[in-house]
């Protein structure tokens, strides 16, 4: 007989895919609107922040209920406390989304500086962990997870190769510099969505192993 | 506009009434701690049905170790083995070994060996006798010869029931509340100052309150005596152990130190157990 706390479980894990989807869609429209310089992408993601964020606090919400109602244990226990974390990681992600999104409107204004090379590469490995992290989630595939964290070396260097590129177009022609900056602030949020990626990965593996990876430095189980 | 002093919620007054400013000691693992009950092979019969099958486990000493498994897996069988309180049901057969300090349990004298394993049982069971009576019958039976009176309030105290009774030693313990009456059993069974405590599903009857006065009481007499618990509450395992043995048909499944048995169980039996997908 299934339980309606295994119900409640499910449909949480659905809002929280939901919420996983909304921010990788922001993601994907804001630097496309850099990309392909579409100014109405970034106004979608802009507009659509609001959405993201009602989710967090009712995803928070439900896991509270359901922490005080259930007292769940063992893997019941990793899950909500997962995706409490989890939440936290897509709502950011969904943050930094809207930063891309605001340089998309900044950068649009000037002339573009270079080919876009690295930035669909940065963003197209950034995109693909958010959803194999959340695909590993709804599988608990733990190998899935392991290769989202390997992956996030990719995105770093990505981003330090971008600075460099960056760096020189800026000193060879200070007309630049504005459009430059605002790139070197859209590698910089993809960066960091690819460590949000991560941690969501990290939280897979725990709720999946009970294994916490966070810090490997410090050798704990 | 109210300043941060001002208007402090009570829980967190609770949670961090001062900043604390040294570590905190981790909890000791059972491999940190003297054993206080060593059980190998252990098998219990009643007639021809056997009730545990081929247990191993440790009992260290100053910790609290929690029995948990469905109706009729044979906790309290095994609990009840270890101050050989079976050997009062006819045709229970135990095989195998039970070390109380190194030391035979089956090797020993009855009486002396449930002085120092004492029991608290699920309902409570006063004696149809003052609440002072209570305490010193066992005092008495063991031919105690000092001052009674202050080993009644001490024990009382240990219990924490002083307070409560102190004004009405020779009313009948019947007159005590549920909660009242099973910390009197704990009061009488620390009367002798036992090294054990086996307490079987000692809160089952009583209400969340006194639940918490219980197991408050138990994380207080820990260190002074060795605690084995038998509970249908997963909470209560969780919350007032340091270990947690999971039986299941009579045998010992997983053994474990609380917060990692109800976090990350080995054994999907335990793992499905505790979240409630059978049981």
């Known amino acids: 007989m299934e339980r309606h706390f295994e119900r409640d479980l499910e449909e949480l894990k659905q809002r929280l895919l939901w919420m996983g989807s909304l921010a990788e869609r922001a993601v994907h429209q804001a630097v496309h609107a850099v990309l392909d310089a579409e100014e109405h992408l970034a106004e979608i993601v802009l507009s ?21 109602l259930q007292q769940p244990m063992a893997a019941d226990l990793r899950f909500l406390l997962a995706v409490s974390r989890i939440n936290g990681d897509l709502e950011r992600i969904g943050d930094q989304a809207v930063n891309i999104a605001q340089s998309a409107m900044r950068v649009l204004r000037h002339p573009q500086v270079k080919p876009y090379v690295d930035l669909p590469r940065m963003s197209e490995l950034a ?95 | 506009m109210a300043s941060a002093t001002q208007g402090k919620h009570p829980a967190a007054e609770r949670i961090a009434p001062e900043v604390r400013m040294t570590e905190p000691t981790p909890t000791g693992s059972e491999k940190d701690s003297p054993l206080r009950f060593k059980i190998s092979n252990l098998d219990v019969f009643y007639g021809p049905k056997q009730a545990v099958f081929g247990l191993n486990l440790n009992i260290p000493k100053s910790k609290i170790t929690a029995l948990i498994g469905p109706s009729g897996c044979g906790k309290s069988t095994f ?164 270990f947690t043995a999971f039986m299941l048909d009579g045998k010992l499944i997983e053994h474990s130190e609380t917060s990692k048995l109800f976090t990350t169980p080995t054994d999907p039996r335990t793992e499905a157990y505790i979240t409630g997908r059978f049981g």
């Open chain 1, 48 to 68: 659509e922040e609001d959405a993201i964020n009602e989710m967090q606090i009712e995803i928070d919400e439900r896991v509270q209920r359901l922490l005080a």
């Open chain 1, 127 to 221: 995109e693909g962990m958010v959803r194999d992290s959340l695909n590993a989630l709804v599988r608990g595939d733990i190998d899935l997870a392991r290769s989202v964290l390997q992956r996030d070396d990719q995105v770093d260097r990505l981003r330090d190769q971008l600075f460099r590129e960056l760096l020189t177009y800026m000193m060879e022609n200070s007309a630049v510099v504005f459009a430059a900056f605002e790139l070197i602030l859209v590698a910089k949020n993809l960066e960091r969505i690819g460590d949000h990626a991560t941690n969501i990965a990290e939280d897979v593996i725990y709720f999946v192993a009970g294994r916490d990876v966070r810090h490997p430095a410090l050798d704990r189980r």
């Open chain 2, 79 to 242: 609990l009840r083995t270890l101050n050989r309180m079976n050997e009062t049901i006819r045709n229970t057969r135990v095989e195998g070994e039970i070390l109380l300090d190194g030391q035979h349990i089956h090797g020993m004298d009855v009486v002396g060996l449930r002085r120092r394993v004492g029991m608290v049982f699920q309902r409570p069971n006063p004696f149809p006798k003052s609440i002072y009576e209570n305490v010193a019958y066992g005092l008495r039976v063991n031919g105690f010869k000092g001052r009674l009176d202050d080993l009644v309030e001490h024990s009382l105290r240990r219990a924490a029931l002083w307070e409560e009774v102190k004004d009405y030693l020779k009313k009948s313990a019947f007159a005590l509340s549920g909660g009242q009456q099973q910390r009197l059993c704990i009061a009488r069974a620390l009367a002798v100052d036992p090294e054990v405590l086996l307490l079987d599903e000692p809160c089952s009857a009583l209400d969340p309150v006194t639940t918490a006065k219980i197991e408050e009481l138990m994380f207080q007499l820990k260190d002074s005596c060795t605690m084995a618990i038998v509970t249908h509450n997963m909470q209560q395992a969780a919350r007032a152990s340091d």
